[in-house]
């Protein structure tokens, strides 16, 4: 078993409900392979006193993810990852496309593009390229 490999972060600016961030950011670890089945999460005490939240929010995405059978709460130790997303593949093997965002952000940047827009960029483009995936 691995220690906690997860350190979650809310964004006050999205519009999204601190629970259901933490939900995303949990898949988006198991996609990328930063989160393995055995890896424990965050205690939940832990997360409202570095997040400022309710404990009653953080046991709120923690259930959800349980009944998604992506996690097991093992009462009196923790909570534990007991499920994948990311078919096997590991942030490595994403190498490649990783350093060919990071130039990409990093040209965004210098066009003088704040996070924000870039954001927006990318949702907008991402939007684009799966309507034409549709039609």
Request: charged content about 25%.
């Amino acid at each position: 078993m691995r220690v906690t490999v997860i350190e979650f972060h809310l964004d006050g600016r999205s519009g999204v409900a601190p629970y259901m961030q933490l939900i995303h950011q949990v898949r988006q670890a198991l996609r990328l392979g930063l989160l393995r089945k055995g890896d424990q999460l965050p205690k939940v005490k832990d997360v409202a006193a570095g997040l400022a939240l309710n404990p009653n929010t953080v046991l709120k995405a923690y259930r959800e993810l349980e009944y998604e059978g992506l996690v097991a709460a093992r009462p009196g130790i923790g909570t534990f990852v007991t499920g994948t997303l990311g078919g096997g593949e590991s942030l490595a093997a994403h190498g490649p496309l990783r350093r060919e965002l990071q130039r990409w952000l990093a040209k965004a940047r210098r066009a003088g593009l704040d996070d924000e827009s870039i954001e927006a960029l990318f949702a907008s483009t991402f939007r684009s390229a799966a309507e034409e995936d549709i039609a």
